[in-house]
């Protein structure tokens, strides 16, 4: 299984990014999984920011939910990442991941840059 980030890797402050996780290539192994954002600030460590689940519950980091909103289109095999109000604050790599933490199983995307910048 292969996942790939996609979106604009320069945001303007004020505007809302979205980005696109496209999973192709194998099937994932456990029919209960979740769909991750995962972004990683320049210096700092991993912050998780949400997913969503199979049953398509979501999940949200508490400091960034007022901002967030993950949704998936299963047709297409893609999840999506919704980011309002960003500020320089929120550069970083951007990874997209889906985890199950019962059986152990993670697959990671390569994760996309983006920059906050007027």
């Known amino acids: 299984v292969q996942l790939q980030e996609s979106g604009p890797g320069l945001v303007k402050p004020s505007q809302t990014l979205s980005l696109t996780c496209t999973v192709s290539?194998?099937?994932?192994?456990?029919?209960?999984?979740?769909l991750n954002w995962i972004r990683q600030p320049p210096g700092k460590g991993l912050e998780w920011i949400g997913a969503i689940g199979t049953s398509g519950d979501t999940y949200y980091n508490p400091s960034l939910e007022s901002r967030t909103s993950i949704s998936r289109d299963t047709s297409n095999n893609q999840f999506s990442l919704q980011l309002n109000s960003m500020t320089p604050e929120d550069t970083g790599v951007y990874y997209c991941a889906i985890t199950n933490l019962v059986v152990g199983y993670a697959r990671w995307g390569q994760g996309t840059q983006v920059t906050v910048s007027s």
């Open positions: 290539g194998g099937s994932i192994p456990t029919n209960v999984y979740t």
